[in-house]
């Protein structure tokens, strides 16, 4: 069950053009961002500690992997699944996200593992770390970041963008769309982006958020459930040239 929040408090908006956020134009001063694969994943990191956060990668995605070849379920299932006693870390911060959205705990699997790097990272000495898998992020920033948000439509022309101090982080920023990218989708939305403290739990939400939506009628209705949930902070749906908001998002600014 969800918990929900009145509609009058969670500012649900619904913009027909981005003519009223910010502007942005430049950054001052630019990160160096370096592309790692494993497996089927591709990651964009930027951090200091570029060898300690690709060997957490290949550490996590091991133990879970052994985790799930002894049950199968944890992988396939498309519904919250109960652990076994031998779960690993990873495996349980996916299936309490899974618990709390109501998503199978593989729609979790790419925010936590860009957590679990992003952390190795800054225990290793890092002042700031950025992991990116797959449109999901996890980042604790040491200046003002421009996150772009591929929206995946002409009328928006990925346009946008969210603007992010040091102390808005760490903060997790995970998107899913049913129209970009390879990850499975029930719905129709452009993008849908989710906004958290957990990765695991903002890539849950992004993925449940696009599952619910094919038609604007539905963005509503979806804001209203995914804002809802514990421990997210606000949501975002883009339909065709229809912009949602929900709950406490980072400044949405227009990039030039």
């Known amino acids: 069950m969800h918990s929900r929040l009145p509609i009058r408090r969670m500012r649900i908006r619904i913009l027909s053009s981005v003519s009223r956020v910010g502007r942005y134009t430049s950054m001052s001063k630019k990160r160096t961002y370096r592309t790692f694969t494993h497996r089927e994943a591709v990651f964009r990191i930027c951090c200091s500690r570029f060898d300690t956060v690709t060997e957490e990668i290949v550490r996590q995605r091991k133990i879970l992997d052994d985790y799930i070849e002894r049950h199968p379920d944890f992988r396939h299932s498309f519904e919250p699944i109960e652990l076994?006693?031998?779960?690993?870390?990873?495996?349980?911060?996916?299936?309490?996200?899974?618990?709390?959205?109501?998503?199978?705990?593989?729609?979790?699997?790419?925010?936590?593992?860009?957590?679990?790097?992003?952390?190795?990272?800054?225990?290793?000495?890092?002042?700031?770390?950025?992991?990116?898998?797959g449109g999901d992020i996890y980042l604790r920033a040491a200046r003002p970041v421009i996150i772009a948000l591929g929206t995946g439509t002409s009328e928006l022309s990925d346009r946008l963008a969210f603007s992010l101090q040091a102390n808005d982080t760490p903060i997790s920023i995970c998107s899913s769309s049913g129209k970009m990218g390879h990850s499975k989708s029930l719905g129709k939305c452009n993008l849908a982006t989710a906004v958290a403290r957990d990765a695991a739990l903002a890539d849950a939400a992004a993925t449940q958020a696009a599952n619910l939506v094919s038609t604007i009628e539905d963005m509503d209705s979806a804001l209203e459930r995914i804002a809802g949930i514990e421990g997210i902070e606000g949501v975002m749906i883009i339909k065709n040239d229809r912009v949602g908001l929900a709950g406490k998002l980072p400044q949405l600014v227009k990039i030039r």
């Open 84 to 133: 076994k006693t031998d779960a690993p870390e990873v495996a349980q911060r996916m299936a309490r996200a899974a618990r709390l959205v109501g998503v199978g705990p593989m729609a979790a699997v790419a925010g936590a593992m860009a957590q679990f790097a992003c952390q190795a990272g800054l225990e290793a000495g890092a002042c700031e770390a950025i992991v990116e898998n």
